[in-house]
């Protein structure tokens, strides 16, 4: 009984875990993360690499294939505990802050990456891959670790929620 317990949630867990463990498939394409890259396999090709960032985390398709957005981990930094009466702040682990990439599936070229703008004070801000909204709308997250903004991102017009400057809510895409 244990064992088949354990087993379920081992399946139950993978399952549910981000696109790093499992394919997207599109178009008769199935996409999939190796070596901290994007990859797509047709039905009788050969895969071949989309990115040569080599530190995708996580990845989301769009609706109809044309875009694939990508988690690109630009550094990982120490977390702290909030400070508290009874001390300073301690480190209690890692987190990765990330920019998202946007692909163009077409073509296989970035044709954006959004981040978090040099013109904001210093930040430990990182963005995440929240879901397509249709086939040029991305929702995602800007997170400090504890709270996180949701923002809407239109690939196409390269605006975010609606500011033709992404800079001028924080972000800068390119």
């Known amino acids: 009984m244990k064992r088949a317990l354990r087993f379920f949630l081992c399946a139950w867990l993978v399952g549910s875990a981000p696109n790093a463990f499992s394919g997207q498939a599109a178009g008769g394409k199935t996409y999939k993360l190796r070596d901290g890259d994007l990859w797509v396999s047709g039905r009788h090709k050969k895969s071949h690499r989309l990115t040569s960032a080599g530190k995708i985390k996580s990845f989301s398709i ?31 682990g890692e987190r990765d802050l990330c920019s998202i990439l946007i692909v163009d599936l077409t073509t296989g070229k970035v044709v954006h990456e959004l981040k978090i703008s040099e ?18 709308t991305l929702k995602f997250i800007r997170s400090d670790g504890r709270a996180a903004d949701t923002f809407v991102y239109d690939v196409v017009d390269n605006k975010v929620d609606g500011y033709d400057d992404p800079e001028s809510v924080g972000f800068t895409a390119k």
């Open 62 to 92: 769009s609706p109809t294939g044309k875009y694939a957005a990508c988690q690109k981990v630009l550094k990982t930094v120490d977390e702290y505990s909030d400070d508290t009466d009874a001390g300073p702040a301690e480190v209690i």
């Open 119 to 136: 013109k904001l004070p210093a930040t430990f801000d990182s963005l995440g891959i929240v879901a397509w909204e249709g086939d040029r």
